[in-house]
């Protein structure tokens, strides 16, 4: 009789512990990632005999009460709630997130509140770091798994390719031009297209191609970086300031060669014609190069004048101011300041470069056409005097088309400037991006998702976190979108049934007031059985 005690008892105990394990899943009910805990409740024995009456069994057994045996967690989805923060992920499917703490132990948690501190890691609330794989700059992963770092700032990258992608085309119905290509006469070039490109510390400067139409599928292209002109090296050895396409009849670049063979640096001086400010060079017999003048004297005067490449003459030494104007064609250069002054015996002196449209060497790889590189040292330059390295510039004109179709230019070129970070993305795959201010989109890293064969080693260690419970059990490690995609701007909530734990509740409550009613009858009955003595 007194066995009913402890079996009442050991019921007791069992629901009382079932009560726990709700309280935790009722608290728990706004836990982000939290998975909710279901008891498992096993029998004890007491007694137990086991005979044969005429050949038969005959079972004796004597139950001693439940206890509670184990737990087991409900890894079931939780349902999404939406926080429009991009680093706070959750995981839709399977598998868990790693963070790793100071000491490089390693946790495991389905709760994804993360965010970026001032070094740049992506944390949890814990300033435990989310785990991943760096990726390098073509987006290929670069090292073992470790800490996901997203950089603040993106230093400059000096442009080194441009290249004209579809639906680039010239206008095979534009008319040919024979005029000597002037930069500062627009009658002298079809069309003429702007880049913007960056030296090595970041500074933008402007690309141009003028391109000409000087005959059936035939194109010459001029080039200017800023106020400097963009030169070639033949493979003679000799410099040429622009290369001419040739088209086949279906409008698809076939060839180039080199045109204009450079004269070098030339100096020369130019008179003025009566009292003007108009001056002239009667020796001069070719066309001379935009952006290659440089007058150093004027009349008794030193100056720092150059062209800009567009046909005006500016005061370097004067904030820039347009002094005058040349042609490039004939090489006449007025000087404002010149005309009316009362002399019309005033020289100036003059470094320029000349071109000899009759020299021309096959291009080769029209793919790969590499300009000479252009220092940015000169101080003879508006804006090519940042102290960066040298730019050289590769181009790549095969996608160009020919066609009776307007003119259209597409350019791509692979440099940028200083970027500082405005935003950081996460996609399905757990791809971590970084938005920059200079326009660039840069991959950092993937994500790792850690999954278990059997989850239910998985022990609970508080603040979202799961360790296995056995330090030397590997998990299964793969990437972001494989077993499980990655919402950003999501968080997964707890995935307690607040309903069913109130059943539950009400189970266990009822079942302990049972169990508790089997002991006040054990002693009801222990007292009468006593009171047989009176």
């Not at 326009?439 to 059997?454: L, N, P, S």
């Amino acid at each position: 009789m007194i066995q009913s005690f402890y079996t009442g008892n050991a019921g007791l105990d069992a629901n009382k512990e079932w009560l726990s394990i709700i309280s935790d899943n009722i608290a728990n009910v706004n836990t982000i990632g939290f998975k909710a805990e279901r008891a498992n409740f096993e029998d004890l024995i007491a007694r137990s005999m086991f005979t044969y009456a005429n050949g038969s069994p005959k079972n004796y057994e004597i139950g001693g009460g439940a206890f509670l045996g184990s737990t087991t967690k409900d890894f079931s989805q939780g349902s999404f709630m939406n926080t429009n923060s991009p680093t706070d992920l959750a995981l839709d499917g399977e598998g868990f997130f790693m963070v790793e703490d100071n000491t490089g132990m390693r946790y495991y948690t389905r709760a994804g509140q993360f965010r970026l501190d001032a070094n740049g890691d992506l944390i949890n609330l814990n300033g435990m770091k989310l785990q991943g794989w760096m990726l390098d700059e073509n987006g290929n992963i670069s090292g073992p798994i470790g800490k996901i770092t997203i950089k603040n700032a993106i230093n400059p990258h000096v442009t080194s390719k441009v290249a004209f992608k579809e639906p680039t085309n010239l206008d095979v119905s534009s008319p040919f031009i024979t005029d000597k290509f002037d930069a500062g006469d627009s009658q002298t070039f079809s069309y003429i297209n702007n880049i913007q490109v960056y030296d090595s510390i970041g500074t933008a400067h402007n690309l141009e191609y003028f391109f000409i139409h000087t005959g059936t599928n035939k194109w010459r292209v001029f080039g200017l970086l800023d106020d400097e002109p963009i030169q070639y090296t033949g493979s003679d050895g000799k410099t040429y300031d622009s290369f001419e396409i040739s088209f086949n009849s279906n409008g698809d670049v076939t060839s180039i060669k080199f045109v204009g063979e450079d004269s070098d640096v030339q100096t020369g001086t130019w008179g003025e014609n009566a009292d003007l400010g108009e001056f002239t060079n009667p020796s001069l017999t070719q066309p001379i190069l935009p952006g290659s003048i440089k007058i150093s004297q004027f009349g008794t005067n030193s100056v720092r004048w150059i062209d800009d490449g567009h046909g005006n003459i500016i005061d370097l030494d004067d904030n820039n101011k347009i002094v005058g104007s040349i042609s490039y064609d004939d090489g006449k250069i007025l000087v404002n300041i010149a005309a009316g002054d009362g002399n019309s015996g005033t020289n100036l002196t003059v470094d320029y470069r000349t071109y000899d449209d009759t020299k021309s060497v096959f291009g080769g790889d029209y793919t790969k056409i590499v300009a000479n590189a252009i220092p940015m040292n000169n101080q003879d330059s508006q804006t090519l005097n940042t102290g960066a390295n040298p730019l050289q510039i590769t181009l790549d004109i095969s996608q160009i088309k020919q066609l009776d179709s307007d003119f259209i230019f597409y350019a791509e070129q692979n440099g940028y400037a200083k970027g500082d970070l405005l935003s950081v993305a996460v996609s399905e795959d757990g791809i971590v991006r970084g938005v920059y201010s200079n326009g660039q989109v840069r991959d950092w890293a993937q994500i790792a998702i850690a999954t278990f064969k059997d989850k239910e080693i998985l022990v609970r260690k508080g603040t979202n976190l799961y360790l296995p419970n056995q330090q030397t059990f590997t998990p299964i490690i793969v990437p972001g979108g494989v077993i499980s995609k990655i919402r950003s701007g999501f968080l997964e909530l707890s995935n307690v049934d607040i309903s069913r734990e109130f059943i539950n509740l009400i189970t266990a409550q009822r079942a302990y007031q049972a169990n508790a009613r089997t002991i006040t009858t054990s002693d009801q009955v222990l007292q009468e059985t006593m009171n047989i003595k009176r």
